[in-house]
Structure formats: C-alpha cells, structure tokens
C-alpha cells in the first residue's frame, strides 16, 4: 500500500480491505464524539509574569503530567490565522490527486528520505494497516530541512508550514522550561538533555470510513519523544487511556487549543515521575479529520538517563542509552509483538480447521 496507492482513493468503498481490520481487542471502545472533560483545558495567560500566575499554571501543569501526561493549552500566544492557514492548507494537500501526493512518497521507510508522504505508517513491516495518509516534515534543526521533500502545492503551504514549526518550537520550549522548574532544575535542563533538540511536523489525514469500528486512524501508542504538541480539527478522534487500555476517553476539540502529550524521552528523564501519554485515533463514518502533530525529540546520539532520582527511587532506565537506540529499540519491539500476535492467530485458525 505505501508505495502506489493512496487511501483517499479506496476510502469511498463500501467496506474496508481486511489489511486493516484489527482484532477485537484493538478495536475501538469508544465513538470518537464521546467528549470526556477529564482532561483539563490550561490557559497559558500571564505564564510569563512573576505576579503568582506563573506558579499557578506550572502547579496545574505538572499536575496533569503526572497524572495523565496529556492535557490542552489554549492562550498560547500563537495567531490563530497561521493555524486556520496551517489546517486548511494542509487538507488541501490531501485533497490532491494521489499521483501528486505519491510525488513525495516515502517509499523507502523513514530511514532513507528526510520527509514526505505515505499511507499508514513510515514504519515498514506492519502487520495491521492504520486508517491514515500522513505527511513528514523535517522542521529542526534547520539543517535537516530537505524543501524538496516539501510538497510545492498548494501555494503558501510550504511558508506556512515554516511559519507554524517556528512558533509551536518556542512554544514546545516553554512547556519544557516549566516541567524542568517542576524537576527542581535550571529551567534549561530538559531542552539541554536533549543536546540539539529535533523537530518533525507529522500531518495526520483519516479520510471517513465505511466501517469505523473495525479500524484505528492510529494505533494505540506512546510518542517516543520528549513533549508533542498536537493540533486538531472540530471532528473528534483523540482518545486517551491511562488504565492500559481498559478504559478510554475522547479528546475533545477545543477551537484554537494545543493537545500537549509527554514522551517516552519526558518520562525517562523524569525517572517516571511524568507519564508518557497512552494515545490512539479512531475515525468516523460521517467525515475525515486532520491532525497536526509536532515532535519535539533529542538527537539521536543523546544519552538518555533520569536528570533526577528521589530518595529511595529505583532508576527508570537500568543503564543510560542513545535515544537512537530506545527509539529503534521501541519501533521494533512494537512490529514484533504485532507480526507475533498474526502469527499466534494465524496458527489458531490453522488448528480450529484441523489442518
Ligand atoms: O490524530 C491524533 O489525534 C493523534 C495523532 C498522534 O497521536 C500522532 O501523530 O502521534
Ligand atoms: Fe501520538
């Protein structure tokens, strides 16, 4: 699929290719405009200003990355022009003829192109195929940029997508001040943990689909960065669970608002004390929804290990590692269980048909 077809092109069917029907287990538990509030909605206003204001919104902050490891900001300071620009223009990407989106395909997997589009994953070897076209930018550091590897239509997307990485970067930097002051650390600690910290835009398109039940947009996961900052439209898909699974709720959209999710890298570095939000997107009969998801992540040969230990605490992570080597470790682990779990059923059929 990555490399010849677009989804946009056999979303209009009337039942999905099985290469994207997930077990039951996976399935979605519940309907993607089923809005819980658990989530709290934080209002960034006056985070610059020592009149209390500061302490108040870090103490609401750091409360819910320890509790969930995803909340929403709202007041952040950025034009809410250059995200209704973002959006729309990105949507008009995918609204493009597949063969201009297959233009930029990233046909080799993710280690062989800096950017582009592909259907699903930039991961190779998937088992169970995601209900998603996406679009990679290399954003930071600057001299990762590839403008080739930047689609040239529709007109302005290119400047605005510059535009929009540069803002949410400043932004990302001081959501990551504020959980370094939680740490009890120089409010630099955790962009200096990251060495040369990288940015990637990631826009998510799930185009509707006939049997939403069956699918995820998204998998479940946990971003293997440090701190995600996540724009999403009025449709609704965003679920969250803190229970493994058991249980899930659904994000809502908050017009204007970043969905803020913490890492793996967050939690690692903060010896556990911070979760790494667990995460899935599900999709809907009715209409396509976009999702615009900027990673904020340490080079790959930054050393990763807990910036503090409490009294008493174990260490989170036995011995320090490159993030190189956790990212790829995790990447692999997640196609491995998944290429285990088809073959365990695949042998079960086998057996229930005797053979
Ligand atoms: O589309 C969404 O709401 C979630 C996107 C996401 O989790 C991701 O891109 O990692
Ligand atoms: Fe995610």
């Known amino acids: 699929m990555a490399d010849g077809t677009s989804l946009t092109a056999i979303a209009e069917e009337k039942s999905v290719p ?9 399935r979605p538990k519940v309907a993607h405009n089923q809005f819980s509030n658990e989530i709290p909605v934080i209002s960034l206003a006056g985070i610059e200003e020592d009149d209390g204001r500061r302490e108040e919104i870090c103490k609401k902050i750091v409360e819910v990355c320890e509790d969930w490891g995803i909340f929403q900001v709202v007041d952040h300071g950025i034009d809410s022009k250059l995200l209704s620009d973002m959006s729309r223009l990105s949507r008009d990407f995918f609204a493009l003829p597949p063969e201009e989106k297959l233009h930029y395909n990233m046909a080799g997997g993710i280690a062989n192109t800096r950017g ?21 930018y290399y954003t930071y550091p600057i001299n990762s940029r590839d403008y080739s590897r930047w689609p040239e239509k529709p007109q302005d997307l290119r400047e605005v997508t510059e535009q929009y990485s540069e803002k949410v970067w400043d932004l990302a930097r001081k959501l990551l001040e504020v959980l370094s002051e939680a740490m009890g650390l120089e409010k630099e600690a955790l962009s200096k943990s990251c060495v040369e910290m990288e940015q990637r835009v990631v826009v998510n398109f799930y185009p509707k689909c006939a049997e939403p039940d069956l699918v995820l947009g998204l998998k479940r996961h946990t971003d293997p960065v440090t701190i995600t900052l996540l724009l999403q439209d009025g449709v609704g898909g965003l679920q ?29 570095v903060s010896n556990g004390r911070f979760k790494s939000a667990d995460h899935q997107a599900v999709v809907n009969s009715d209409c396509s929804r976009l999702s615009i998801a900027a990673f904020h992540n340490p080079t790959p040969e930054a050393v990763v290990y807990p910036l503090k230990v409490g009294e008493g605490e174990e260490p989170v992570l036995k011995e320090p590692m490159t993030f190189k080597d956790l990212y790829w470790g995790k990447m692999h682990q997640y196609i491995e269980l998944a290429r285990l779990k088809k073959l365990a059923k695949d042998q079960a059929r086998q057996h229930a048909l005797g053979r």
């Open 116 to 136: 582009g589009f592909s259907v699903s994953s930039h991961l190779q070897g998937e088992t169970v195929q995601d209900w998603r076209e996406l679009y990679i």
């Open 18 to 26: 099985s290469s994207f029907i997930r077990d039951e287990d996976e």
């Open 240 to 268: 969250a669970t803190r229970d493994n699974g058991e249980t899930w709720i659904t994000v809502p959209p908050v017009e204007g608002a970043f969905v803020v999710n913490l890492g793996d890298h967050a939690h690692y």
